[in-house]
Nanobody, 116 residues
Framework: VQLQASGGGLVQAGGSLRLSCAAS????????MGWFRQAPGKERGLVGT????????YYADSVKGRFTISRDNAKNTVYLQMNSLKPEDTAVYYC??????????WGQGTLVTVSS
């Protein structure tokens, strides 16, 4: 299983970015895909998840209403649409894949910097 995250960059507060996570190596039916982030000096935390098969989503309170996770089955890609970005959203963002409740597969991070 390989996960390739992309789409990070520098954006002003209030702006938007869309991150992509291209998945390969197997069919992801039954997997839960997650987005995590790690800010400087802080532990990595969960941003949200999506069930690949049924599309149900979960979001951390800090991003609820601003971030949206979606997936494109044909492209084997998961997206993180980030709107109304705040400086505190600055972090390295990671995508990961979980089966049976464990996030066993991780992509490399992509840096998102939000300027005030």
């Amino acid at each position: 299983v390989q996960l390739q995250a992309s789409g990070g960059g520098l954006v002003q507060a209030g702006g938007s970015l869309r991150l992509s996570c291209a998945a390969s190596g197997r069919s992801f039916g039954g997997y839960v895909m997650g987005w995590f982030r790690q800010a400087p000096g802080k532990e990595r935390g969960l941003v949200g998840t999506i069930n690949w098969s049924i599309g149900s989503t979960y979001y951390a309170d800090s991003v609820k209403g601003r971030f949206t996770i979606s997936r494109d089955n044909a492209k084997n890609t998961v997206y993180l649409q980030m709107n109304s970005l705040k400086p505190e959203d600055t972090a390295v963002y990671y995508c990961a894949a979980a089966v049976a409740g464990n996030f066993n597969f991780w992509g490399q991070g992509t840096l998102v910097t939000v300027s005030s």
